[in-house]
């Protein structure tokens, strides 16, 4: 079956009428981001399916739901009042039965007095057309209809031929258990095997139920064997619990040890970005002590001044001077007193001469006041007029008594003596002398620690900002953040003590299910014993033939499974590696791990000596999902219904390197007899799209540019959107 | 997959040969109608007709029964 066009009108951002026509081999449609390239494959899902993909919810959406938003807003926005219509026509010809599909899907809106009315959900019209016939004949019948589709894309095949690239990692999810077994089912139909095996099931259930009542009906002992049957079925109940539980802990196990394992792909990344991580704390933490010591330093500096007396700096001489004047003024101040000693001395002496010459009180001091009140000396009988000689004279004996002998501090008393001030001055000079001398060892000491912190400063901040980058660009690399990283390290210990959980778990349940067949063995044998009759041959060799059919089944099963695996692991590697041919850092083999419950699968890569390749990114399991998606259709090649159907994949190819993007499309071209393919990579890479159009290697179909109608910052107002189309050959 | 493809890759699993329906190399010219007096391949038989021709299990559990229940 080929796709041979698509007709487009008023289809979100397709306004007005638009075809593209198609033919074998791989059709390219190119476009930047946002020019219209989901938009085309949403048409093509939608004539189909009746939905478009919601890339927001990342899920399709039926029409019921997406209503007007089906329709261009250009073709809404053209007309006042009247019908606007969205349509896209498929035409699909099937060149083996000479047979022509035309497949169209219509959404309405009414405009009316402004409102828009729209119709509940879109119409749908098939028409079939023989090659021969010019007519074509509507097709009426839903189940006919629903037939042709399926003759256009099988619902198991669907997943596989028509995908959104942001859908490839949950087509093949390795991660669900049924994943590689739906994949084997559109390889082969291992489904008739498995209901083989059901049958036999069956059977060996049936004929065990009839021999056992058998055993029973020819029992010596009935009531004995009525009770051993009883305690046999309880068995058997218990058993078939346990073994129900096994699988599950085997699950579990085996669910933990896989994502362990993928996580293991990303642990040593997540250890680095912690331990780099913790380091940059360790700095930032340093820097913050060492910034806030570096300021402290700095306001203490001020301080200093006078804590550490810095303020005396070069006052040295000033200390030295006055060391010499305060000594000048001690020797100035000694001989002052010494010779004012003298002077006293010499006074003192006088006045003792005076007092062994006239001794004090003599004449008494009554008398002498007579005399100067009298003015007159009664010692000679003569006038002493006031302020006479004899008159200062008799006062003078009189003040005699009072005076008494002269001292140094009595001398003294009057005068201010600054001397001790003087001392002390000079004896804290001399102590802050000492200091004086330390001054600027300390303040180069002090800068030195400044300068020190500043430069740790300055080196741990360079420090950081370089783990700091280191950082960004772990996170770059690895696509984790710190949080997310630290996440993956609890979420692989977690995994890793669930496992080992699980083992235990197993082991336990294992001697549990052994103890169990033994406890039955033991009861068939106790039953056998009561038999006193003879047990039909025929139901003897019945019960043989029903097991050994249950085990053939069962192996077979297996065997064929693991088989059908293996081709698609062949076929995956196949496509693998033409694809990673650009690429030279690209290496290693897919290998389809089997994991311990024998149900799921998962992808490995390893190289030629069957090492595993670690740390998986995420455009390498992207690669491995797409060539196995690859192999699922490849590896039916050559039976009866391969090869009819297009894939059409919308920007399969954005997770991963342009290096891959050649390899991608001969593949593709390889593998698929048509596809349609939205691509970006095109777009601005003229080298990629000269190789795209010339390579001999790609079975090239048709290639168109699609660009949008308005420049890229009018886009905002959707109203005059429609989309150019350009056919590149 | 046809019939006979489908009856060979039962008869090369590796239990026919050691419960001795089979020589070793011998399902590879294994026809559908090579007549044979083997209980176990005729149930085989029987189950893959049943799969093939989309009769329901219950009535291909039937059939076998009955084959097998023959008393000779």
């Not at chain 1, 056992?212 to 029992?219: A, F, G, T, V, Y």
């Not at chain 1, 085997?250 to 933990?256: I, S, V």
């Not at chain 2, 060979?8 to 007549?35: C, H, M, Q, V």
Request: aromatic content about 6%; glycine content about 4%; hydrophobic content about 35%.
């Amino acid at each position: 079956m080929i796709l041979e066009s698509i007709e487009i009108s008023n289809f979100m951002c397709y306004a007005g009428y638009n075809k593209f026509d198609f033919t074998e081999g791989i059709n390219v449609i190119i476009g930047d981001n946002g020019y219209g390239k989901s938009k085309l494959f949403d048409a093509f899902y939608w004539v189909m399916y009746n939905e478009c993909f919601d890339t927001n919810k990342k899920k399709f959406q039926k029409s019921s739901l997406l209503k007007k938003l089906i329709i261009s807003d250009k073709a809404i926005n053209e007309i006042d009042e009247g019908l606007i219509s969205a349509s896209v026509i498929l035409t699909f010809k099937n060149l083996d039965k000479g047979n022509v599909y035309i497949l169209e899907r219509k959404y309405s809106v009414k405009k009316l007095d402004g409102n828009l009315i729209e119709d509940i959900d879109s119409e749908e019209v098939v028409w079939q057309k023989d090659l021969h016939y010019l007519t074509a004949k509507e097709v009426i019948d839903s189940e006919q209809i629903s037939r042709i589709k399926k003759t256009i894309l099988p619902d198991n095949i669907k997943p596989y031929m028509w995908f959104q690239g942001e859908q490839v990692e949950s087509i093949i999810d390795f991660n669900k258990t049924d994943t590689l077994t739906q994949a084997i089912n559109v390889l082969s139909n291992i489904t008739r095997y498995d209901h083989i095996t059901e049958i036999s099931e069956n059977l060996k259930e049936s004929t065990t139920k009839e021999f056992n009542k058998k055993q029973r009906d020819l029992s010596g002992d009935k009531e004995k064997s009525s009770s051993l049957e009883l305690q046999r079925n309880e068995t058997l109940i218990r058993l078939k619990e346990l073994q129900k539980q096994e699988l599950q802990i085997q699950d579990t196990k085996a669910t933990a040890e896989e994502k362990s394992e993928q996580l293991l792909n990303k642990i040593s990344d997540a250890q680095k970005i912690k331990e780099v991580e913790a380091k940059r704390r360790s700095i930032e933490k340093n820097l913050q002590e060492t910034q806030e010591e570096f300021t402290e330093e700095q306001k203490l500096l001020h301080k200093k001044l006078f804590t550490n007396k810095w303020v005396l700096k070069g006052t040295e001489n000033l200390f030295d001077k006055y060391g010499s004047l305060y000594n000048n003024y001690e020797q100035t101040k000694l001989k002052q007193e010494l010779t004012k000693q003298a002077r006293i001395e010499s006074e003192n002496q006088i006045m003792t001469e005076l007092h062994a010459r006239l001794p004090v009180d003599v004449p008494e001091p009554i008398h002498l006041e007579n005399m100067l009140s009298n003015e007159r000396c009664l010692v000679c009988d003569r006038e002493a007029q006031i302020g006479s000689d004899a008159y200062l004279k008799i006062k003078e004996l009189l003040d005699r008594s009072k005076t008494k002998v002269k001292t140094i501090e009595s001398e003294d008393s009057n005068i201010h003596d600054f001397g001790a001030d003087l001392r002390k001055l000079y004896q804290n000079g001399l102590g802050l002398s000492h200091i004086i001398k330390n001054i600027d060892d300390d303040i180069a000491s002090t800068f030195r620690r400044l300068r020190k912190l500043d430069k740790k400063r300055k080196t741990l901040t360079e420090e950081l900002k370089s783990i700091e980058s280191a950082i960004n660009s772990l996170i770059v690399d690895t696509a984790l953040n710190v949080n997310q990283a630290n996440d993956l390290l609890n979420q692989y210990s977690a995994q890793n003590e669930l496992a080992k959980r699980a083992i235990t778990q197993e082991y336990s349940t294992a001697n549990d299910i052994l103890k169990r067949k033994q406890e039955l063995q033991q009861l068939d044998i106790e039953l056998g014993k009561l038999v006193s009759g003879e047990i039909p041959a025929y139901l003897i060799d019945k019960l043989k033939v029903v097991e050994e059919f249950n085990t053939l089944a069962h192996s077979t099963r297996r065997r064929v499974f693991d088989s059908l695996v293996k081709i698609l692991e062949t076929e995956a590697n196949q496509h693998y590696q033409l694809m990673t041919q650009g690429n030279m850092s690209a290496r290693g083999i897919i290998k389809l791990k089997e994991l311990n419950n024998g149900k799921n699968y998962m992808p490995e890569l390893i190289d030629d000596k069957g090492n595993v390749l670690m740390q998986l990114n995420t455009g390498n399991i992207i690669l491995i999902k797409l060539a196995t998606i690859m192999a699922i259709i490849s590896a039916r090649q050559g039976s009866r219904d391969t090869d009819l159907y297009t894939l059409i994949t919308d920007a399969p190819m954005s997770v991963f390197g342009e290096d891959y993007t050649i390899g991608f499309c001969k593949t593709v071209s390889n593998v698929y007899r048509q596809s349609i393919i939205m691509s970006k990579e095109f777009y601005k890479n003229m080298e990629l799209r000269k190789q795209l159009l010339s390579n001999p290697e790609i079975k090239l179909g048709k290639v168109y540019l699609i660009t949008p109608s308005i420049p890229e910052n009018s886009r905002a107002n959707r109203n005059q959107l429609s989309t150019n189309i350009q056919a590149l050959n | 997959m046809t019939k006979e493809e489908l009856l060979r890759s039962f008869l090369e699993d590796e239990l026919l040969i050691d419960k001795n329906y089979l020589k070793k190399g011998e399902f590879e010219k294994y026809k559908w109608a090579t007549p044979n007096n083997q209980k176990l391949i005729e149930v085989l038989k029987t189950a893959i007709e049943g799969q093939l021709s989309n009769e329901s299990p219950l009535i291909t559990e039937k059939k076998i029964n009955q084959f097998l229940n023959k008393q000779t």
